[in-house]
């Protein structure tokens, strides 16, 4: 009776049997290396560059309560938001970066933000590389 719910492992009997579960095995090999290199073309397009930068705009008053934020996909392509908070008020901005690059002027902030988003991409592939070199 709960035979029903585990699952039967079959041995194979001879080489036939062994060159079919190959033959399986290989179709599904190909299909998850389809679906892997259709999941990396799709990834390219996210967000996977992240860099975060607080600063005082104002050094004789106030905190770090300012930021810019840097947001890139694979392409280095994505935007920077910046905050300026002050006592007045508080002013966003957003900037469109396309291939590094904006049609408008960075400031000092904003690039410290976009050269640690695209650090904080190529360390993580170091690290990856790292564990996985490690590893064998």
Known sequence: MFNFFKKQKKEPKDL???LEQF???????DKLSLEFENL???HQFSVQKVGIIRFNP???VGGDQSFSIALLDGNDDGLVITSFYTREGNRVYGKPIK?????????QEEIKAIEMAEKSSS???D???KNNNSAT
Do not use: M, P
């Open 23 to 29: 033959k399986v095995l290989e179709g599904s090999f």
């Open 58 to 60: 104002f050094s004789e």
């Open 16 to 18: 036939k049997e062994i």
């Open 40 to 42: 990396k073309k799709e």
């Open 127 to 129: 690290e990856e590389s």
């Open 123 to 125: 360390n993580r592939y």
């Open 99 to 107: 291939n590094g690059k904006s049609q408008y002027a960075f400031s």
